[in-house]
């Protein structure tokens, strides 16, 4: 049997916000989902987010954001990404994420947008359905 | 038996949202343990469980001080002076306003600061110096008002208040309102602290004593259990948490010498008020009664006045939902019932589109102050003190409620206080084991919010149609940098230098902070240079919010 890699997901806050309970409902969710989970904690950059994920191999960066600052955190996070030929890493969204920026988001190239109340399920949904399109690439 | 299996299904024990057993139908037996004096008493009188005052609403009101601002100074200005002509008042009756921070001042940087330019004005008003907060208060005069200002330990603003009312010639102590000054419970709610702990609490002392000593109308302590609510406690661990708080903050004021029944009146709780109807309702009944008890038997308070817990409620922000967001004037609506069955000394109603990640419109803000007088003026519950008073089932809830309240504190009295509890990430732990449980509740439908997990709108049918108004930081922060750039250099810098160098020697030592702040502020410091000095001395708290290890 050949052990399979877990995926590993970055989670991420920037800047000034400290809304964390999303946060720590992800990190636990996603483990129990048999996800490898590292937190950034808060205060962080897009420097400091990417050269993190790079360093951690992720498959994805959770970036959560509750001050309106979504579009252009991932306007720089993706351009770092792409920077350091990192492109493969999948950048997400979720926090306080109004419905109306969705399609603005998306068209940056951030892979998935989750709005406030968003089911865990749904997140988790989300990534095994990204991986498994991934493996068949 | 046959047909048994049916009867216990409606007749099997539920849970409330914090996971308190109810059953289907009361009765005497369940309230045969009341013994009214002791349990209950008269509203007004000890243990308060039936409320503060002794003629419920009748005399007070429970005002409505919607929290409010953002953008420029006067963008907020303009948004008080709309509001106050739809009621906005203290419970006393007074015009009152309710102002937010923005995340940069908030949390002690300037407005020029380019790292976070991305954040100015957002969510609140920036306040950098005495010009800011002259600018939101223009034309407000400033006896008769209760004033509503949000910050944290070390105040920079109630420092700015206090400088312009002695530059007006008005007396410090004419002056009524609130500060938050809780920058400990920020710790496990919305993680605006800057300081450890132990510094915290020494900031938080500081302006304790100022406002004893100086300002006998204004609360001081507001411990900001909303927060933690809204960061994922449960309605027992809400109040728990908060008390444990209180009685760290009461030690340490007692240790410098402040009197208990001095300083009572300057302690307020801010309470959530969630969903789950009965369970808030019992949630503010339990926590007087626990609250009340401890002021008479742990800290020996002398005066009736002292041992009646004042709680500023709010209805829950987290409760809101994108999906359908016009429902959120009903739950908000629902809410406020609770509170005001539960006895809540003063009310604040969220905006339905606080949760579209906007700025609240001034209609919405408008709907929820009328929410309010609605329920004052048409609904004739203000009539009669504590109505669910003697109800089987809310004196049960309550009961349960107030077991679940002291099981907590005396956890946290064992550990070694509410700092201790959270140094040693108890207080995390406690509280992500419920926000677990909560999210995979609404994932299997154990847990219902409408449009969320059920009745979900169809694409397209759910979203908000109606106006919103975006944010704008990119100007706010060139527009404040201008100003910041014209306040330096109209200022005499040589005396900033003095007042900075006399903060830093008192905080080195063991100073006196808050007389000192009045003359910084006098002198047109700003709060990044306040709170640079207060960073330098007292270091910043580098530990993250939610460290994994406690997570679980």
Known sequence: MKTERKVRILIAKAGLDAHTRGVSILIKRLRDAGMEVIYTGRFQTPETIVAAAIQEDVDFIFLSDHLGSHIPLSKKILELLKEKGAEHIALVVGGMIPERDIPALKALGVRGAFPPHTLVSTVIDFVNNEMASRANR | MKG???STSSAEIRYTASGLPIKAVYTPEDIKFLNYEKDLGNPGEYPFTRGAYPTGYRDFSWGQRPVLGYGLPEDTNKRIKALLKYGMASPSGMPSYNITADMVTGLGYDSDDPRFAQWVGVNGPPTNSIEDLEAILDGIPLEGVYHGILCYAPNWRLALLAAIADNRGVPRSKLAGAVLNDSLHSFIGEGCHVFPPRACLRLIVDTLRFVTEEMPHFRACDVQAYSSREAGCD??????????DMIEVINACLNIGLDIDDLAPHLTFFFACSNDFFEEVAKFRAARKVWAQIMSERFKAKKERSYRMRMQVKTSGASLTSQYPLLNIVRAGFQALAAILGGATALNITNFDECLGAIPME???RIALLTGKVLEYETGIKEVADPLGGSYYVESL??????????YLEKI?????YIAALESGYLHREIAAVNTKYSYDLDTGKRVLIGVNKFQPEEGEGEYRGQIMEHDPERWYRIMSERLRNLRAR?????????????????SGNGYLSPIYIEAAKAYCTIGEVYGVLREVFGEDTSCLVPLEWVG
Not at chain 2, 413 to 417: E, L
């Open chain 2, 4 to 6: 048994q299996g049916d």
């Open chain 2, 235 to 244: 309605a027992p661990q809400e109040v728990a948490f908060a008390i444990a």
């Open chain 2, 363 to 365: 209609e919405s803000g």
């Open chain 2, 398 to 407: 309550t009961k349960q409620m107030e077991e679940r309240i002291w099981n």
């Open chain 2, 413 to 417: 009295d064992h550990i070694g206080g």
């Open chain 2, 491 to 507: 200022r005499d810098n040589g005396r900033v230098r003095e007042v900075l160098a006399k903060l830093k020697e008192a905080a």
